[in-house]
């Protein structure tokens, strides 16, 4: 059974960076969509960015220009590089797996980590 273990998050100035990473380990990492999600409080679980075998990558309109998700298909871990960070994307952020097919259908991910906080302050 895969694992993914988020790392990355903190306590961060809006306008910041930050870059979280996930690691994963069970199953072939590479033939799989990786997805990033957030949770704020109070708030459904969204859609953050996801990227797929390609490399091709798709985001949230919230977070497009500003955060970028990469792989690394050798190390079986996928990255969010997050810039510019504003008030608003303090949340919870998941890391997923899912099949090819994926997309940003929450619903479509059946493997995920167990969180890590960002907290983005003024």
């Known amino acids: 059974q895969v694992q993914l273990v988020e790392s990355g998050g903190g306590l961060v100035q809006a306008g910041g960076s930050l870059r979280l990473s996930c690691a994963a380990s069970g199953r072939t990492f590479s033939r799989y969509t990786m997805g990033w999600f957030r949770q704020a409080p109070g708030k459904e679980r969204e859609f953050v960015a996801a990227i797929i075998l390609s490399g091709y990558t798709y985001y949230a309109d919230s977070v497009k220009g500003r955060f970028t998700i990469s792989r690394d298909n050798a190390e079986n871990t996928v990255y969010l590089q997050m810039t510019s960070l504003r008030i608003d994307d303090t949340a919870d952020y998941y890391c997923?797996?899912?099949?090819?097919?994926?997309?940003?259908?929450?619903?479509?991910?059946?493997?995920w980590g167990q969180g890590t906080q960002v907290t983005v302050s003024s």
């Open positions: 997923a797996a899912g099949p090819l097919a994926a997309g940003r259908a929450r619903s479509a991910y059946d493997t």
